[in-house]
C-alpha cells in the first residue's frame, strides 16, 4: 500500500508541476472554447499577476508534495488552487470534474494522511 500511496502522491505532484510550468513556458495546446469560456479567460486575463501567481503555486506546491517532509505543506497550499479548480469545472467545463474530483480526492488524501502535522499547526 506504501508504494501505491507513493506513487498516486507523485503523479500528484507531476500534474500540478505540469500545469504550473505550462503557466510560464506556454507549451501545452489549449483546446477549443466556447464563447462564454473565452470571455472568462479574457477577464482573467486582465488581471496580469493572477495566472504566473496561480503557476508559482502549483510549481511549488508539486514540488513540496513530492517530498514526504515537505508533503502536508504543499497540500495545504495547493488546496484553494484546487477549490478554484473544482469551481471552474462545476461553472464552465463540467466534462473536467471527472480529473479535478479524482485530483481533490487526492488531495483530501494527503491531508487525512497528515492530519497530525496539520493539528500541530493549528495548536
Same mark, same amino acid.
Given at each position: 500500500?506504501?508504494?501505491? +500511496?507513493?506513487?498516486?502522491?507523485? #503523479?500528484?505532484?507531476?500534474?500540478?508541476?505540469?500545469?504550473?510550468?505550462?503557466?510560464?513556458?506556454?507549451?501545452?495546446?489549449?483546446?477549443?472554447?466556447?464563447?462564454?469560456?473565452?470571455?472568462?479567460?479574457?477577464?482573467?486575463?486582465?488581471?496580469?499577476?493572477?495566472?504566473?501567481?496561480?503557476?508559482?503555486?502549483?510549481?511549488?506546491?508539486?514540488?513540496?508534495?513530492?517530498?514526504?517532509?515537505?508533503?502536508?505543506?504543499?497540500?495545504?497550499?495547493?488546496?484553494?488552487?484546487?477549490?478554484?479548480?473544482?469551481?471552474?469545472?462545476?461553472?464552465?467545463?463540467?466534462?473536467?470534474?471527472?480529473?479535478?474530483?479524482? #485530483?481533490?480526492?487526492?488531495?483530501?488524501?494527503?491531508?487525512?494522511?497528515?492530519?497530525?502535522?496539520? +493539528?500541530?499547526?493549528?495548536?
Amino acid at each position: 500500500m506504501k508504494i501505491f +500511496k507513493t506513487i498516486v502522491f507523485v #503523479l500528484f505532484a507531476l500534474m500540478f508541476i505540469n500545469a504550473g510550468l505550462d503557466k510560464f513556458l506556454h507549451y501545452m495546446p489549449i483546446p477549443p472554447m466556447s464563447a462564454e469560456l473565452q470571455k472568462v479567460g479574457e477577464a482573467i486575463g486582465t488581471v496580469k499577476w493572477i495566472i504566473p501567481l496561480t503557476g508559482f503555486i502549483e510549481l511549488i506546491s508539486g514540488i513540496l508534495i513530492l517530498f514526504p517532509r515537505t508533503r502536508t505543506l504543499g497540500a495545504l497550499m495547493i488546496f484553494p488552487v484546487l477549490i478554484g479548480i473544482l469551481a471552474h469545472n462545476a461553472t464552465f467545463m463540467p466534462e473536467g470534474l471527472v480529473i479535478s474530483g479524482i #485530483l481533490f480526492l487526492i488531495e483530501i488524501w494527503i491531508l487525512i494522511d497528515n492530519k497530525e502535522k496539520i +493539528k500541530y499547526l493549528l495548536s
